[in-house]
Each structure stands twice: as structure tokens, then as C-alpha cells.
């Protein structure tokens, strides 16, 4: 099983601050096989990027992915009230097709 | 409109069974692969499993192989979570998600359509 391990567990930024957040590997997965999440609470995951770099559908371009191996990265260059959310990131290369434990970006 | 409607959740005591159902519309839906994901009270995502587009691949968490069993109608545009033996820890919200690659490239299982979710709550 592929573990993904997100860090740092809670951001806490200014709107209009940059937010990096980090999504590590237990093993090599191909950068087509990441995607990452946004959450915010009582609804439903929105899906953000896939194959690490793809902004899905209605994404703005503030939001960026970029990584392979096993190194990953989301970043919002000016963060917006409505980006105050938890993120995941996951990996659906391999059976299971596990997610991250979540970073959680709140507001300083 | 692209749309998930997640069926069937309730209360069950440990050891019982509950079939949870998800209907879509808006989309050719036998073309996609759909997939179940849950997530216990406070806590984060869980990959459940997830079905090909022709029902030719199947895929389950260890947490609930032999346990739970997904199944498709493509026909009636629906897909099935059949769960058996259910314990305390199944307790979560469960989400049905449709996979974002379509046939013949269905293996791409990221979510890019989601359900609101149904609540499954196992306690005696």
C-alpha cells in the first residue's frame, strides 16, 4: 500500500498570503496517478488537480500543482477567504487508491 | 446537470448489513468508472473501492475486502454497496464519486464528481 503523507497538519495564513502545502510518497507513483482535494466542512470534497499539474474544471489559476516521485506540492499563490479549507492529496496508481491525512488551512 | 444521489444509510447494529445505493444523471454514466469513499466523524478521506466503466475491474480497501461487494446496472444508471458484517468503525458518511477519465480511458480512478453523501452509523 502506497502511505501519503501531508505536511505541515494545520497552515495558518492571511488572505492574500501564499499557502504551500506537501504531499510525500512511501513509494515512486507517476505524476499522472495525484490529484489533490479541497474540503470545507459539511460538504462534499471539490477536486482540485489531477495528474499533479491539471487544474480540474472552474479551478482558478491560483491554485497550481507540480511534483513527481515522490515529492508533491499544491500551492495558492494569494489565498482567498473561500480557500480557508482542509486539503487532500491521493494517489490512484496502485490498488488502494489512498488519500492523505489532510492539511488544514486556516486563517491567522 | 451532472448529479450524484447517494441512497440507503441509516443506523445498523455491529454484524448487520446495509445496502447503500448511488443514482446518476447528466452523464453517459456507463462510460466512467465510479468509486466509494468515506469519512468517520472528524476524521479524513477514506478510499472505499471502485468499479471500471464494464464492471471489468473491481477494487476494495483491505478495511472491507471480503465484506463489502460493488456492483453496477449501467442500464438503470446505478451503482450498488453491498455491506455485510459491518462493525463499529464503518460508521461514516459515504460518499459515492464518479471517476474523471471516461472509456476506454476509465482507469484513471481521481473523483471529479461527487455525491453529498449518505450516513452510515453502526452501533448497537
Known amino acids: 500500500e502506497i502511505v501519503l503523507t501531508q505536511s505541515p497538519g494545520t497552515l495558518s495564513l492571511s488572505p492574500g498570503e501564499r499557502a504551500t502545502l506537501s504531499c510525500k510518497a512511501s513509494?515512486?507513483?507517476?505524476?499522472?496517478?495525484l490529484a489533490w482535494y479541497q474540503q470545507k466542512p459539511g460538504q462534499a470534497p471539490r477536486l482540485l488537480i489531477y495528474?499533479?499539474?491539471t487544474r480540474a474544471t472552474g479551478i482558478p489559476d491560483r491554485f497550481s500543482g507540480s511534483g513527481s516521485g515522490t515529492d508533491f506540492t499544491l500551492t495558492i499563490t494569494r489565498l482567498e477567504p473561500e480557500d480557508f479549507a482542509v486539503y487532500f492529496c491521493q494517489q490512484y496508481g496502485r490498488s488502494p487508491f489512498t488519500f492523505g491525512p489532510g492539511t488544514k488551512v486556516d486563517i491567522k | 446537470e451532472v448529479q450524484l444521489v447517494e441512497s440507503g444509510g441509516g443506523l445498523v447494529k455491529p454484524g448487520g448489513s446495509l445496502r447503500l445505493s448511488c443514482g446518476a444523471s447528466?452523464?453517459?454514466?456507463?462510460?466512467?468508472?465510479m468509486n466509494w469513499v468515506r469519512q468517520a466523524p472528524g476524521k479524513g478521506l477514506e478510499w472505499v473501492s471502485s468499479i471500471s466503466s464494464r464492471s471489468s475491474f473491481i477494487h476494495y480497501a483491505d478495511s472491507v475486502k471480503g465484506r463489502f461487494a460493488l456492483s453496477r446496472d449501467n442500464a438503470k444508471n446505478s451503482v450498488d454497496l453491498q455491506m455485510n458484517n459491518l462493525r463499529a468503525e464503518d460508521t461514516a458518511v459515504y460518499y459515492c464519486a464518479r471517476s474523471g477519465s471516461s472509456f476506454p480511458f476509465d482507469y484513471d480512478y481521481y473523483m471529479d464528481v461527487w455525491g453529498k453523501g449518505s450516513t452510515v452509523t453502526v452501533s448497537s
Open positions: 513509494q515512486s507513483i507517476r505524476s499522472r496517478d
Open positions: 495528474a499533479a499539474a
Open positions: 447528466g452523464f453517459t454514466f456507463s462510460n466512467y468508472s
